[in-house]
């Protein structure tokens, strides 16, 4: 480890060979420890090459753990990567691409990796079983949140999060394509150049940085080159055809809903800059794709099946082809002294290649009694010892495999010196994808695991991943896949490619585990779950797989049972002496590796959560020092602090004062504006609105008042008439486009035959409000000779469109706030400079922006009903406004606004309410009881909805909803508000406080 | 007071500063995406009114030498010895059932006034020169930029000039339509959003497009 650290060659690396670039010397840390390693390799490779063989502890047990495999597969190498806010947890260090700077630290252990204090919960394993915990910490019940569980959770659990914000970005993007390939070793490849070459647009995703799959890490030949070689051939073809698209780093993660052409949607995660230690400038760290592909091939290879046998999760033990792909693509020997256990043809290559490499086979324990002699051959070739019938039973070692024990065909126990061993039980083929859409696997006896079943729509599916072990299997089938997909797509000139390629045997016997084992034999490694825990599930009657899985944790967690799934279930086909088949398998569901949270959320992050809107004036407001509010999307000023104002309460009273002595401006463009045109418009209203429209003066504005088809009150505002056969309906902002939608529902839907056209123009026309007696004064001199606004010319409620210094303008005299007011419009782009002009021709009489806030003390003030009064719950008469309602005409919610509980007069209805001690603060929510009575549901009389500090009264007022409220004016009664400020004494008034006759209104 | 005209803000001003920088090795790698605000296009929605469509359809084709588009077209004015010069930079893009906006080169809003007076009996017209904020969309790495944003598929065999879609750009509600390709042979777009939200598309075409190249955004010339 030394000359590592120095620089020099580690000592498990291969002096050549390997897909790994040896110019590239990259200086990592692990556990605080420097190392080196090369451009290509994995933590992991560089780990091995570095003879580190203990990347971590175990979940339950805290055993030690090396890695298992080479692949997205992997149970045991988890790491955490980096540090401070970019730490991230569960990295598998087998698919961690190596680079300079990089910092990794094992998990789940305390103090260090090679002394972990948890490790004594394998003394107590006996008691540690499947559903221990369970079992275990039932009583107290309390005990279990505050005590058991947080105890738990720490000493189990995969690693810890940094706790602090992401520093780095995450992007969504979408994507299409006539054809998906998923995997990019042969049968991808093969697929991706068939379909490639018709023209038709390819998406070619691969997981790992270097496409080619198998061929990286196995020795083929096609034609007359290497397997590697020609996967770099075919990579350059396809990078040469304009329409592939070709994406390394990129899981396709899941499959998910079709349309009706067949086109599929897939999700995919492209690892950005995962391989760098800080991303370039505007480079997210990761994308997430949606795909959308007419046609998809499933080439996503197979994962390798370890034996379960005694001691199997001792670091040194690994999957047989893993080791072929450290010796052949990073050229590291995982050990010295390597052996294997196999069940099938396929194993033998690991010692075959060892071999070739110059490391030598101890032996070659092989399951299977009769081997073909030209396996036999090869290992006399390689002088490896051979053990046919035989098994391994234990594997022993502290900290790494030391030695292994064989029982020999003919029952002798034998010992044998190993560091490493090698173990192949067959091929998985990696079918999650084909399952995400209800797939269902179906069992192949041929090669012995679950295969593909019915695929879902086109998709199709080539090589390993279809059960198709063999390399010449894998390119046919791809590239007739690749074919087929394209013409499917309309690429019917597609020709499948062809390859020679060497022949391969691929036997096996299924051995799933060792039955004679006697030392804890580890089925899944990364929960813990041993071959003793599945016969616990069996004797105590969790017997389903998915049962199984829900008791032991067999198949959860970060790998979701890659490794381990189909030995749990053989496991429990034996024991309760049923066939796999009948056993089933567990569904495996989206996703099919892990996806940050972060990648889904993408750049709608913080303020960026939702998109904002912003009115034409609002660089003005802020540039006043407004507080800003949000309403809905909408940002809007709430209120124009002064110099020297302490509080809120204060610049609202100040604001509310100045309107009402002098005049105001307020910004209202966020309300609903709703352009109603055609013939039938007027007719229109009358069945939307509780009041008549038809009858509304050209040049008239109305207040009106509309209900949800159940009788309750949906949304108010004015209504303008513009022409005959043109009005503008506004609405609440919080309501726009809701009332949007039910507008076009009715003349879509419930009367189409209306000539009546819908158009928003909300976005167009910057309003402002202009209140208080010196408004027309105000606008007097900013219109000039543009229009009359003389009281006789246009009074209360009246509305014009006129030019106004070469724009459009529109003008309505409406108040919401009780004084003699007036809103005025322009097209938006103007909105900046016509407030500016507002303000400057308000100079000479004090005028003050007001906000939201001073705009809802004054409603209050003048007993208008609000959001808070128009809470979906209330119909026109509880709002006092039932006398709106037109008995000569039908119109939305008339019916059932008749229905016997909304007609009840004992609702709770509209009211002012005062406090009795006049220097008391009323809160909204509080709810009214008589004095005296209990505060229980029964008593409960209503409650506040809305209050404010009226500046003009100097005290407190509310409205309110109070059964039988109008009626008991006068009555003092009780405002319960246990969770603020207390009980108040108040007195019921009329909601109208402040210049009750209107007067001021008129002018 | 003196009656000075009003000085107009267009919907984009003042954001080209808040494209997401230095963009230092964007600036390197070129100019991926250029944006233009069309601040002054002339917009209007076009609403056909009952039993209109004939009427509108030949009036449309009469007075503009445009095709009324059935579906998600658009259809530019061809200008002839009968229109004259009143067809000049007008198109109509389909938007919806019986719906279209209307768009005018530099048409303001004079643009909707003169619909009205064209078709006015035959359609519902709404001025919206100020409701959508335009930006003309170009460059070499725009379709890799709106990928981040759209879930249409703008590929050159799909989306071809003259389509329409109205869809949702980074939660803003988006209408997008592809012009004829710029004299490049390369295609240009233009994208409609409410006015209101033209800050948080900024943003997000902005960071969507710094990955490839400065993001560009230009006055119309």
């Known amino acids: 480890m030394s000359a590592s650290r120095n620089g020099a060659a580690p000592r498990n690396r291969l002096p050549k060979q390997g897909l790994i670039d040896r110019s590239q010397v990259l200086s990592f840390l692990f556990d605080g420890r420097r190392y080196t390693g090369f451009g290509g390799d994995t933590l992991a490779s560089a780990l091995l090459a570095a003879g580190v063989k203990l990347m971590g502890r175990s ?19 988890l790491v955490e990567l980096r540090s401070g806010a970019r730490r991230e947890a569960n990295t598998k260090a087998t698919v961690a691409e190596l680079f300079d700077g990089l910092e990794a630290r094992s998990q789940n252990r305390w103090p260090t990796l090679a002394f972990d204090v948890g490790a004594v919960n394998s003394l107590f394993s006996p008691i540690f079983v499947a559903g221990f915990y369970y079992k275990t910490f039932m009583w107290p019940a309390a005990f279990w949140e505050k005590l058991y569980e947080p105890v738990i959770r720490r ?16 992007e969504k993007a979408h994507a299409f394509c006539d054809v998906l390939i998923i995997g990019a070793g042969p049968a991808g490849l093969a697929a991706a150049l068939a379909a490639g070459r018709s023209g038709a647009r390819v998406i070619l995703c691969d997981e790992d940085f270097l496409l080619g799959g198998r061929l990286n890490g196995d020795r083929h030949e096609i034609d007359d080159s290497s397997g590697r070689d020609w996967a770099r051939r075919i990579e350059a073809e396809l990078r040469s055809l304009p329409e592939v698209r070709i994406w390394s780093r990129t899981t396709v993660f899941g499959a998910y809903d079709d349309g009706l052409s067949g086109t599929r949607t897939f999700g995919a995660l492209e690892r950005v800059a995962d391989h760098l230690a800080v991303p370039r400038a505007h480079q997210p760290r990761q994308r997430l794709w949606k795909i959308m592909a007419k046609r998809a091939v499933l080439a996503a290879g197979a994962i390798e099946r370890p034996i379960v046998f005694g001691g199997n999760d001792r670091p040194g033990v690994m999957m047989a082809s893993a080791v072929r792909t450290y010796v052949n693509r990073f050229a590291v020997v995982p050990g010295q002294r390597v052996a294997l ?9 690991t010692a075959i290649d060892l071999a070739d490499a110059g490391v030598p086979v101890q032996a070659i324990v092989d399951a299977r009694r009769d081997i073909t002699p030209q396996l036999l051959d090869a290992a006399k070739r390689i002088q490896a010892r051979v053990f046919s019938g035989a098994q391994v039973v234990d594997a022993h070692g502290s900290h790494g495999l030391e030695h292994i024990a064989i029982r020999e065909n003919n029952g002798r126990l034998t010992r044998l010196a190993a560091d490493t061993l090698a173990v192949s039980g067959g091929w998985n083929p990696n079918l999650a994808l084909s399952t995400h859409v209800g797939g269902r696997p179906g069992w192949s006896d041929a090669v012995a695991a679950f295969v593909p079943g019915d695929m879902p729509r086109g998709m199709s599916v080539a090589g390993a991943a279809g059960g198709s072990f063999a390399l010449a299997a894998a390119l046919r089938e791809g590239a007739a896949a690749g074919a087929d997909a394209a013409a499917a797509a309309g690429f019917s000139n597609a020709t499948p490619p062809r390859w020679r390629t060497d022949d391969e045997a691929t036997a096996l016997t299924p051995l799933w585990f060792v039955a004679e084992s006697k030392a804890k034999s580890f089925v899944d490694l990364q929960n813990d779950v041993t071959r003793e825990d599945v016969a616990l599930a069996a004797r105590e009657g969790y017997r389903s797989v998915e049962l199984l899985k829900r008791y032991t944790t067999l198949g959860m967690a970060t790998d979701q049972g890659k490794t381990s799934n189909l030995n749990g279930h053989a496991i429990m086909a034996a024991l309760t002496e049923r066939a796999i088949p009948e056993v089933g398998t567990t569904t495996s569901r989206p996703p099919y590796t892990p996806v940050a949270i972060a990648a889904f959320a993408g750049p709608h992050r913080g303020k960026h ?38 509080n809120w309460l204060e610049t609202v009273s100040r604001e509310v004062k100045a309107v009402r002595g002098s005049v105001g401006v307020c910004d209202v463009s966020t309300l609903g504006k709703i352009d109603i045109q055609g013939v039938d418009c007027g007719a229109f209203l009358d069945r939307v609105y509780v009041n008549l429209f038809s009858t509304l003066g050209v040049g008239r504005v ?10 309750c009150v949906m949304d108010d505002g004015t209504t303008a008439r513009l022409a005959a056969h043109h009005y503008v309906m506004s609405t609440t902002t919080a309501n726009a486009a809701k009332v949007m939608q039910h507008l076009e529902h009715a003349r879509q839907v419930l009367w189409p035959d209306l000539d009546v056209q819908l158009v928003s123009i909300t976005e167009q026309w910057a309003q402002y409000a202009i209140a208080g007696p010196n408004s027309r004064r105000l606008l007097e001199r900013l219109l000039g000779s543009a229009a009359d606004i003389s009281n006789t010319a246009f009074p209360y409620l009246a509305c014009a469109e006129f030019s106004w210094r070469g724009i459009p303008a529109r003008l309505f005299r409406i108040s919401f706030s009780g004084e003699m007011a007036y809103e005025l419009a322009v097209p938006a782009r103007y909105g900046d400079a016509v407030i500016r002009a507002i303000m400057a021709a308000g100079d000479e009489f004090g005028i003050v922006p007001y906000g939201t806030e001073a705009l809802g003390v004054m409603r209050i003030e003048k007993g208008h009903v609000a959001g808070n009064e128009l809470n979906g719950t209330t119909t026109a008469a509880d709002l006092g406004l039932g006398k709106m309602m037109s008995k000569k005409k039908d119109f939305i919610g008339r019916v059932l606004a008749g229905r016997p509980g909304l007609a009840d007069p004992d609702r709770p209805s509209i009211v002012g309410v005062i406090p009795v001690d006049k220097s008391a603060r009323l809160y909204a929510g509080a709810h009214f009881l008589t004095s005296g009575a209990d505060a229980t549901l029964e008593n409960d009389q209503g409650y506040i909805t809305s209050v404010a500090f009226s500046p003009m009264l100097g005290v407190w ?9 109008p009626q008991r004016l006068g009555e003092r009664i009780r405002a319960h508000s246990p969770i603020r400020g207390g009980d108040v004494d108040v ?3 009329s909601p109208v406080f402040f210049d009750p006759q209107g007067a001021r209104l008129h002018g | 007071m003196a009656d000075q005209e009003f000085t107009p803000r267009a919907a ?17 790698a070129g100019v991926g995406v250029i944006a233009t605000d069309r601040d002054g296009l002339g917009l209007a929605t076009v609403a056909l009114r009952k039993g209109q469509r004939e009427s509108l359809t030949q009036c449309v084709r009469e007075r503009y030498g445009i095709e009324l588009p059935q579906g998600p077209h658009r259809a530019a004015a061809r200008i002839t010895a009968v229109n004259g010069a009143a067809a000049a930079g007008i198109a109509f893009i389909g938007t919806g059932p019986e719906v279209w906006l209307a768009t005018q080169e530099k048409g303001g809003n004079d643009f909707a006034k003169s619909l009205e007076r064209e078709i006015g009996g035959m359609a519902s017209v709404s001025d919206q020169s100020d409701g959508y904020a335009v930006l003309r969309l170009a460059g070499p790495k725009l379709r890799d930029t709106l990928a981040k944003l759209i879930l249409i598929d703008v590929h050159p065999r799909v989306f071809k000039p003259g389509d329409v879609a109205s869809t949702v750009a980074a939660h803003v509600g988006a209408t997008l339509w592809r012009l004829p390709d710029g004299p490049d042979g390369a295609p240009v777009f233009e994208i409609a959003v409410f006015r209101s939200l033209a800050a948080s598309f900024w943003h997000a075409l902005a960071e969507s497009g710094a990955e490839f190249g400065l993001l560009e955004l230009r006055a119309l010339a």
């Not at chain 1, 979940?59 to 190498?77: C, I, M």
């Not at chain 1, 000493?155 to 995450?170: I, K």
């Not at chain 1, 109305?702 to 088809?709: D, N, Q, S, T």
């Open chain 1, 59 to 77: 979940f339950k047990y805290h055993r030690p753990r090396g890695v298992l495999t080479a692949g997205p597969e992997e149970p045991n190498a």
């Open chain 1, 609 to 646: 959560f939702k998109p904002t809107r912003l009115t034409a004036g609002h660089g003005w407001a802020h540039e006043r020092g407004a507080t800003f509010v949000e309403t809905g999307q909408w940002l809007r000023a709430q209120w124009f602090a002064a110099p020297g104002e302490t």
């Open chain 1, 957 to 965: 007022v509310g409205l309110g909803l109070l059964t039988r409220g």
């Open chain 1, 702 to 711: 109305r207040y009106g008042l509309m209900l949800r088809e159940d009788g």
């Open chain 1, 155 to 170: 000493a189990a659990g995969l690693g810890a999060a940094s706790m602090q914000a992401d520093p780095d970005t995450y």
């Open chain 2, 12 to 28: 984009f001003a003042g954001l080209a500063d808040l494209a997401p920088g230095p963009a230092s090795f964007a600036r390197d």
């Open chain 1, 987 to 989: 007195e019921i008034v």
């Open chain 1, 341 to 349: 256990f196999t069940a099938g043809d396929d194993g033998w290559k």
